[in-house]
């Protein structure tokens, strides 16, 4: 059976992304396109790299008749999906991609998002979007909140290890190498080539970066008490792509050992052997996480890395697998699609 789906904000980056995905889903079908700067254009028009599809033309929200949609997917920004889906019909199921509803306390929304929340009514009964924790609650949701495509990195090398008490819950350091992609399509003069190629840099370090509200909320449950870690993002000049490395304390051979078992029977998940660290080139344009754990010179040490496209897994390919599951049809349809490479 084939579902109809609207995609709220699809001339942006994710909006895009989903549109390549589902071009070849076979089980979604999509109904209506908003663009509300790009309303009346094409979506081949916007994305010349669509334009081989038979699209809907972009329109605005207001204009959407939403009868016959089983799915919206919200890919606008931070801090207007909230006053959107509040709007939307009961009965339509939603996958946000935003920041919206990410975090369950009102109060840690306000101190990170630095005001509150519009819709805290919905925001308590948002299911978190990562898919291969909550699997459960994602199919019986109506509203998904897809992760911070960093915060999806960093969980997927340390929520396991925090889970079965195999590191040091307070000596966890993340490191993370991000493409330019993640920050948005918005123009910004810290993102143009002349002021981006050819070096990288840190940004929002020394605890400002607001994923640190999302680790602070899965990594204090998975740990059953709370934890705080240190992260630093880098922007490098590559288009997509997420590298994050973990330094931990805990014995390298039984965290590599966790990691496996517990990623064994999932299908986008892969552990790559003991020593071997994964690279974002093989995992590029792809629904697929790469993890890898090799030991330190320092006896008790280890360093975990996951590599995993911001787009696709850390985005719209997560945003898909979850409406797979909402509407009951298999979880890695339309997202088996093997990485891009070179």
């Given amino acids: 059976m084939t579902r109809s789906v609207a ?8 909006g ?3 549109v390549r995905l ?22 081949g028009e916007v994305f010349p790299f669509l334009a081989h599809l038979d699209l809907p033309a972009l329109t605005r929200i207001e204009d959407i008749d939403f009868a016959g949609v089983d799915l919206c997917f919200c890919a606008l920004p931070h801090a207007t999906s909230q006053a959107v889906i509040r709007d939307l019909p009961r009965g339509l199921k939603v996958v946000d991609l935003s920041a919206d509803f990410r975090l369950r306390d009102p109060e840690a929304y306000a101190q990170w998002y630095g005001k509150p929340h519009a819709a805290p009514e919905l925001q308590a009964g948002a299911v978190y979007g990562l898919t291969e924790f909550y699997r459960a609650e994602i199919r019986a949701a109506r509203l998904v909140a897809g992760t911070g495509c960093n915060a999806a990195a960093g969980m997927y090398a340390v929520l396991p290890l925090l889970a079965a008490g195999v590191i ?12 330019v992609s993640g920050a948005g399509r918005s123009l910004k003069e810290n993102l143009l080539h002349a002021e981006l190629s050819g070096g990288t840099h840190a940004y929002a370090a020394g605890g400002t970066h607001r994923h640190l509200g999302e680790f602070d909320q899965e990594f ?20 997509r792509g997420i ?16 990691l496996a078992a517990r990623y064994a029977g999932e299908p986008f998940l892969h552990v790559l052997p003991f020593g071997t660290l994964p690279s974002t080139r093989s995992v ?15 006896p008790g040490r280890a360093v975990v890395e996951s590599a995993l496209d911001n787009l696709t897994k ?3 390919g997560q945003a898909i697998q979850n409406a797979n599951l909402m509407l009951g049809l298999y979880e890695t349809a339309g997202l088996m699609l093997a990485p891009v490479f070179p």
Avoid at 8 to 13: F, K, N, R, V
Avoid at 168 to 179: H, Q, S, T, Y
Avoid at 223 to 237: E, I, M, S, Y
């Fill in 7 to 14: 995609i709220l904000g699809a001339s942006g980056y994710t």
């Fill in 16 to 18: 895009a992304e989903l």
């Fill in 22 to 43: 589902i071009a070849t889903h076979p089980g979604l079908r999509i109904r209506a396109l908003s663009g509300d700067r790009k309303a009346g254009m094409a979506m």
């Fill in 168 to 179: 040091d819950p307070d000596r966890i350091v993340l490191d993370l190498k991000a493409g």
């Fill in 220 to 239: 204090s449950k998975a740990a059953g008490r709370p934890v705080r870690v240190q992260f630093t993002p880098h922007l490098l000049p590559m288009n």
């Fill in 243 to 258: 590298l994050m490395t973990a330094y931990v304390e805990g014995d390298p051979q039984e965290i590599h050992a966790t």
């Fill in 284 to 298: 590029a344009g792809s629904n697929f996480v790469h993890l890898g754990v090799t030991g330190d010179r320092i």
């Fill in 314 to 316: 850390g985005s719209s």
